[in-house]
Structure formats: C-alpha cells, structure tokens
C-alpha cells in the first residue's frame, strides 16, 4: 500500500469516525431534550391536577377513541374510568370518535359504523353521562377539521418527521407513510384546540401530540392574537394507570386476540379466559419478568378486584394455573356484569343512541364554528 493510499485511508477512518461521533452527539443532544421536555410536562401535569381537584369547572378536557374495534379492559383502566371521574367532577368533558383517523394506517372503512355505536353503548354503560360530556365524531364536525390549514403552516416539516409516536405508528402499520399520518398530530391538535380544552389526559406514549399542540397554540396567539389570545396552551394529565397486559403477557391489543372486550358474555370471557397460555410451573407466583403470563392473569384479578397480583398468587399457591384462571374467571365476570347489564338495555334502543350521538355532533359544530370564526377574525379573513 503506497504512503498516498494509507494517508486517504487514515483520513476516511477518521471522516467516518468524527460523523459517528456527531450522529452520537446529535443523539444524545435529542435525548437530553426529550427528557427535559418529559421532566417539564410532568412537573405541569401535577401542577394541574392538583388546581383540577381543587376548582374542576375552571377546565376543559378533550379525550378520545379511534373507532378500530371493541373497547377491552385496557381501555377502561387505562383512560375510560378516569374520564368518568373527571366528568363526575364537573370537568367539561369533550370525548372525539376520531373515525378520519381511523384512514391513517388502513385502507378501509370497513365497519366503521358498527364500531363508532360500539364505542357510545361502552361509554355510556361505563358511566359516561351525554348530558354532561360531549361526544362526537370527526367527521361530523367541518370547522374543527378546517383549522388544519392555518396550523399546518405554523410547524415545520422536521417537527413533523421528529414526532416519536407517529415513526413508531407507522413501523407497527407496516403502511407507508402517508399525508395523513404524518399530519396527525396537528389533526389531534384542532380536536384539541376548536373547543378551547386546556386539559389532555394521556399517557407518556401520546406526550408529544401535546407538546406540539402547546406549541401551535402559542405560535397562533403570537403570530395572530398577541392582544387577544385565542387559544389556550393545554397541560397534559399524565396517566398513572399501569399498563394493561393481555392475557398472554403482550401489550392489551385487539389485534393480538389478547384482550377481555367490556361488551364480550360471560360465556366468551371464559372461553378466552380458559384457553390463555400459562407455564410448566404449578406453584403461582407473581413475577412479570420470569412468568409474564401468568402474572398477566395474576394482573387481570388485581385490577377488578382491587386487590394485590401477589397476595392473590400466595392465596391460589399450589393450587395451579388451573385456580388460577377459574378465579380471574369469576372475577372478571363479576366486575363486568354491571357493565353488560347496562349495555344490553341501551343496546335495545339504538335510536335513542344515534340521537344522544347527533345531539354530540350538533354541539360540536356550534362550539367549532365560534372558534373558526375567532382564527378568521385573527387572521383578518372574514369578509
């Protein structure tokens, strides 16, 4: 090897070595400024809820569902339960079908009807009260969905590509990624901003569709409302909920057959319950890294009844998975019975569901409108 060629070497080791090494920085960089940024929202986060507890009807809460399938007990413990309570406050409470979103990672609307009265009969027998929360659907609300033109020209397009949740839902799609995915956060920010909602709950995953809507809403008031704000920059309620393991140990999803539906009999909970993958060992013991399924079960019975995954394991013992499922079977059920009671009668007058959803839509709209009229009029464009 000549003097020439080795010295070319040396140089690209060290070219490809100093790129490394801003790639490394560059990584690091992001990572201290998402963990600031996580640090902030939880300092926030408990400020808020500590004001909520104390004055509820000074806030405005916005939540929500896509309508892919049934709702399961993940749902429930992770978000629908402290819906209800925050409502039962007198939080003014705002609950979106998001349907248009449904379209981001699939090519069909298959469904879509059934799923979106799905969602109302849960919300409905799980306690949310439509004459003190309001729920509607996308779709049905125009000026919410128009405020995307004036948002979309207050973020960059890298803030969209460096949007954690909207790279991972496109990995686990397996979609390309389309118009709608990437744009996804600013859509969740009009369904936050158009009824004004200053309260988001959600988990740390969803944190920087919070932080982008933060950062539009503050961007519009500087750009267009210096004198008279429009928007307020909403504080996210994080979750303390655990996460909701499935039956077999996985992450509680629809599409892993994994989960106990809040609308499913008590015959097919068993039935799901029953034939749940469990271990070789017939002592229970509640250990989620060594026995993820079985401490799924063990999970499962803690979360209805109340009661601690551990002392529930000491008290089956020796017993077997066999115990094991014949009482997370009848706890489940239990718990679930009042739910189904209540859906069954609603279910019997659909009518009556589709009016209390119209009646949502109907009061979304007039809500949407005002605040359109409010960004036109900021943005001197009302004619």
Do not use: W
Not at 23 to 49: C, H, M, P, V
Not at 281 to 290: A, C, G, K, S, W
Not at 344 to 356: F, G, H, K, N, P
């Amino acid at each position: 090897m000549s003097a020439k060629t080795s010295t070319l070497k040396a140089k690209e080791k060290t070219a490809y070595k100093g790129s490394d090494m801003a790639d490394e920085q560059e990584l690091t960089a992001a990572g201290n400024e998402i963990s600031a940024s996580f640090l902030a929202a939880k300092e926030r986060s408990e400020k808020t809820a500590e004001k909520l507890e104390k004055n509820p009807e000074a806030y405005t809460m916005l939540t929500g569902d896509r309508p892919t399938g049934r709702l399961h007990l993940g749902h429930y413990f992770g978000s629908i339960r402290e819906r209800v309570a925050m409502q039962n406050k007198g939080v003014h409470t705002n609950v979106i079908i998001a349907d248009y979103q449904v379209i981001t990672d699939r090519d069909t609307t298959d469904n879509i009807q059934d799923n979106v009265l799905n969602l109302v009969l849960d919300y409905m027998a799980a306690g949310i009260d439509p004459a003190k929360t309001m729920i509607f659907t996308h779709s049905a609300v125009s000026a919410a969905n128009q405020l995307m033109l004036p948002f979309l020209s207050l973020v960059t397009e890298a803030e969209l590509h460096r949007n954690p949740t909207v790279k991972s839902e496109m990995e686990s799609s397996g979609h390309a990624l389309t118009g709608l995915l990437l744009t996804y956060p600013v859509h969740q920010a009009c369904d936050i901003l158009f009824c004004k909602a200053n309260v988001v709950p959600i988990g740390k995953d969803n944190l920087p569709h919070v932080e982008l809507t933060r950062t539009i809403a503050r961007r519009f008031n500087e750009r267009y409302a210096k004198k008279n704000p429009v928007f307020p920059e909403p504080a996210a309620i994080l979750s303390e909920a655990p996460e909701i393991p499935g039956l077999d140990g996985r992450k509680m999803s629809k599409s892993y057959g994994n989960s106990i539906m809040l609308g499913a009999t008590a015959a097919e909970t068993a039935k799901l319950i029953k034939k749940s993958p469990t271990d070789s060992e017939r002592m229970i013991t509640f250990d989620p890294v060594n026995r993820p399924q079985v401490s799924a079960l063990l999970t499962t019975a803690g979360l209805v009844t109340g009661r601690d995954p551990r002392e529930i394991a000491e008290e089956i013992g020796n017993s077997g998975a066999g115990a094991l499922k014949a009482y997370v079977i009848e706890s489940v059920n239990a718990f679930l019975e009042p739910h189904r009671e209540r859906r069954a009668e609603l279910a019997q007058d659909m009518d009556t569901v589709r009016d209390i959803l119209h009646e949502g839509n109907k009061r979304a709209n007039a809500i949407a409108n005002q605040t359109l009229e409010e960004v036109r009029e900021a943005m001197g464009m009302v004619y």
